[in-house]
């Protein structure tokens, strides 16, 4: 059973338009992530959470928000959507333990943005 | 601070042929270090791990991967390549906090050739 999942898989949006990209974990981790892939670039992470109510900038948070309401629920929010924005999008989850910084992703959300 | 340096952004190999990827790292301290790998249209699967501890580190499908304080290297290597290996292989360093976070390199697409 996937143990995170992320919705929706693909998204097309317009420019200036509101996006909502959710993740839900059910490996009751207290850690997760979202990352941006890109061509070149690797992962580079957006947002993080170490906990139900908490948000962390990660190293590109310009233009995204986060949202963390549950344990299981972490959501990147993108209010004014731009083209730049178009990118492959992965939401992870991590234990916070010492003995294990591993972390478990999701199968991913294409967004385009028009 | 820490980051992750894969310099081959493509490698090509001979079914059957032994694999070595390369990964340099910065960190300051005694890193954390993981090989996730990426097959088409998925996310990101763990391969294997390093703690501090025996600096050869067992992975699954018959992967393995070294890692040199000296070198500030953490290289992966596989004696015979399979088709089913063909995918993008990343490396990654944990800042080692409780918050768990993750600085992945560009990544490394492999290519198996028959």
């Known amino acids: 059973e996937a143990a995170v999942t992320q919705s929706p898989r693909n998204k097309v949006a317009v420019t200036g338009g509101k996006v909502t990209l959710s993740c839900n974990q059910t490996?009751?981790?207290?850690?997760m992530y979202w990352y941006r892939q890109d061509t070149g670039h690797g992962l580079r992470l957006i947002h993080y959470s170490y906990g139900a109510g908490s948000t962390e900038k990660g190293d590109i948070p310009d233009g995204y928000k986060a949202s963390r309401p549950s344990q299981e629920n972490f959501s990147l929010i993108l209010e004014l959507a731009t083209p730049s924005q178009t990118s492959v999008y992965f939401c992870a989850s991590g234990v916070r333990d010492w003995r294990s910084y591993e972390q478990y992703f999701g199968p991913g959300t294409r967004l385009t943005v028009l | 601070a820490q980051s992750v340096t894969q310099p081959d952004a493509r490698v090509t190999v001979s079914e059957g042929a032994s694999l070595q990827l390369r990964c340099k790292y910065s960190?300051?301290?005694?890193?954390?270090l993981f090989w996730y790998v990426q097959y088409p249209r998925q996310g990101l699967q763990l391969l294997l791990k390093y703690y501090p501890g025996d600096p050869v580190v067992q992975g699954v499908n018959g992967f393995e991967a070294e890692f040199s304080k000296s070198n500030s290297s953490f290289h992966l290597r596989k004696a015979s390549v399979h088709w089913s290996d063909w995918a993008v292989y990343f490396c990654a360093v944990s800042e080692g906090s409780n918050y768990n976070v993750l600085y992945f390199g560009s990544g490394t697409k492999l290519t198996v050739e028959p």
């Open positions: 960190y300051f301290g005694t890193p954390y």
């Open positions: 490996n009751n981790h207290n850690n």
